[in-house]
Nanobody, 123 residues
């Protein structure tokens, strides 16, 4: 069964950091481009950051540039999202997704999705 599982969410104070993990099972994540998305309460889902299969290309939303980074560990079949300088407006459910498509940096079509992990930024 093809599966993506996110972990690492939680409650953090403004200015703090969290590192989310996206672990794949049933397929080799190394062959896919991977993106992180989020859905805040009352808002549409948005693409946050993505990375190419090779790891050589990343694209970030303007709202997270300079604060969020994405990385891959192919040996662990896992992609990570490091979130620094967190703000209350970063509060959302975060999802990872994978696609074979070359237009992955448009955040439009992804074939495989995780169930999401809640991130809450609050004092």
């Amino acid at each position: 069964q093809l599966q993506l599982v996110e972990s690492g969410g939680g409650l953090v104070q403004p200015g703090g950091s969290l590192k989310l993990s996206c672990a794949a099972s049933g397929f080799t994540l190394e062959y896919y481009n991977v993106g992180w998305f989020r859905r805040a309460p009352g808002k549409e889902r948005e693409g946050v950051i993505c990375v190419s299969k090779s790891g050589g290309s990343t694209t970030s939303a303007d709202s997270v540039k300079g604060r969020f980074t994405i990385s891959r560990d192919n040996a662990k079949n896992t992609v990570y999202l490091q979130m620094n300088s967190l703000k209350p407006e970063d509060t959302a459910i975060y999802y990872c997704a994978a696609t074979w498509r070359d237009d992955f940096d448009s955040f439009v079509e992804y074939e495989y999705w995780g169930q999401g992990t809640q991130v809450t930024v609050s004092s």
